[in-house]
């Protein structure tokens, strides 16, 4: 059976990732209270910004910038859309 975390962004107990993200305190926070697919959505949500946004990895303001955005996004707050993004309808 996999381990569950109540996840943040969510707000359900869900399949909890097998590891953390990245090392560190943060990766750590991120592995008990962030889902495994909250992590897929961010991974996905993160390409699309830094492409439709060209943010340039070794810049460390972009990389600030898309920090903060995965705190809002794994937070369940309002965070940043690519300009233009129309979500998928069903």
Request: some cysteine.
């Amino acid at each position: 059976m996999s381990r569950t975390v109540f996840c943040s962004k969510y707000k359900t107990d869900m399949e909890a990732m097998d590891r953390p993200p990245f090392p560190g305190a943060k990766g750590q926070a991120l592995f008990e209270t962030l889902s495994k697919q909250a992590w897929q959505d961010w991974l996905a949500h993160q390409t699309m910004l830094i492409n439709e946004k060209h943010l340039n990895m070794m810049d460390p303001e972009n990389r600030a910038y898309l920090q903060g955005e995965l705190e809002k996004f794994a937070s369940g707050k309002d965070y940043d859309l690519a300009d233009g993004y129309v979500a998928p309808t069903d």
